[in-house]
Nanobody
């Protein structure tokens, strides 16, 4: 069982930046693919970004060029740097760890982009 704790969400004006963090428990973090998802009110949860154990990354088209996912295996933490934020980025952001068929989710952190 992996416990994931997200932090770093909040209220930011359009064009601003936030950095989300997701800290994982245990000693197997480096073996997990890590992802960020988001869910806006009334919408389905959607994939935002993925980083593999080898450091390869992939992004949703809507965030390419604005968001950057990274990981620090020494700190058991994955990050999501979000720049040039837009109102449509408003959502609860979740991190997920994946290994084989096992997936674990954090509790989410709210990001609100509004003036």
């Amino acid at each position: 069982q992996v416990q994931l704790v997200e932090s770093g969400g909040g209220l930011v004006q359009p064009g601003g930046s936030l950095r989300l963090s997701c800290a994982a428990s245990g000693s197997l973090f480096r073996f997990y693919d890590m992802s960020w998802y988001r869910q806006a009110p009334g919408k389905q949860r959607e994939l935002v970004a993925v980083i593999t154990t080898g450091g390869s990354t992939n992004y949703a088209d809507s965030v390419k060029g604005r968001f950057t996912i990274s990981r620090d295996n020494a700190k058991n933490t994955v990050y999501l740097q979000m720049n040039s934020l837009k109102p449509e980025d408003t959502a609860v952001y979740y991190c997920k760890s994946s290994i084989y068929q096992a997936n674990y989710w954090g509790q989410g952190t709210q990001v609100t982009v509004s003036s």
